[in-house]
């Protein structure tokens, strides 16, 4: 299994990035898959998550209406498209694969003017 993210970086509060999380290894399609995130000194929380055929979709109350989760069961890879960035949204985003309960390495997210 392999599982990369990309996508992370420094953005400006209220800015937009899209996070992209490639995966290999598995049946990409039968598997939900997931974004956390951790924040320094806290623990890591769900932040979406999206389920194999892409039908149902969960979000944390911190980033409904600013975040959304999609996934091409073609490219093996799903997306976190965020909106509206707050300082509160710097943390490091993993890329979780469901099915085959395997971690991303991760990728840096940082808000700040």
């Known amino acids: 299994v392999q599982v990369v993210e990309s996508g992370g970086g420094l953005v400006q509060p209220g800015g937009s990035l899209t996070l992209s999380c490639a995966a290999s290894?598995?049946?990409?399609?039968?598997?939900?898959m997931s974004w956390y995130r951790q924040a320094p000194r806290k623990e890591r929380e769900l932040v979406a998550l999206?389920?194999?055929?892409?039908?149902?979709?969960n979000y944390a109350d911190f980033v409904k209406g600013r975040f959304t989760i999609s996934r091409d069961n073609a490219k093996n890879t799903v997306y976190l498209q965020m909106n509206d960035l707050k300082p509160d949204d710097t943390a490091v985003y993993y890329c979780?694969?469901?099915?085959?309960?395997?971690w991303g390495q991760g990728t840096q997210v940082t808000v700040s003017s």
């Open positions: 290894g598995f049946t990409f399609s039968n598997s939900a």
């Open positions: 999206i389920t194999g055929a892409g039908g149902f979709r």
């Open positions: 979780y694969c469901n099915r085959v309960r395997y």
